[in-house]
């Protein structure tokens, strides 16, 4: 029984440390997003300036093709990082209930102690 009892102690800290370090990725993600975001809107900005400048001509139509590929590219960057959202989200929820299982576990563990001393 407390070989048991051990074994479960010593999953239940590997899983808390593995639930630490989701946190610590996903903020990781969240950072990562907010500076993507603020290079994307520098960067829309400038095209913005860009396409005030160049009203006419050639260069107009060059500034537009390029502006419309970012916007192809940020499209395609924030699917991505939304499908890395969604795996950090399912990695975060299948730790919380392998912890919610092992502490049942371990609480049923010491209740089969306690009926075993009385």
Known sequence: ???????????LRQVREQLEDSERGYQKYE??????DSIFQRVLHSFHEDQAIWQD??????????SDEFSITQQQFRLKY????????????SLV????????????????EKSHEY
Request: proline share 0%; glycine share 2%.
């Open 82 to 93: 939304e499908d890395m959202k969604e795996e950090l989200i399912r990695e975060k929820s």
């Open 97 to 112: 209930k392998k912890l919610d299982s092992l502490l049942m576990e371990k609480q049923s563990l010491l209740a089969q």
């Open 1 to 11: 029984m407390t070989q048991n009892l051990e074994e479960i102690d010593f999953q």
């Open 31 to 36: 950072d990562n997003c907010e500076a993507a």
């Open 57 to 66: 001509g050639e260069m107009r139509y060059r500034t537009e093709s390029v």
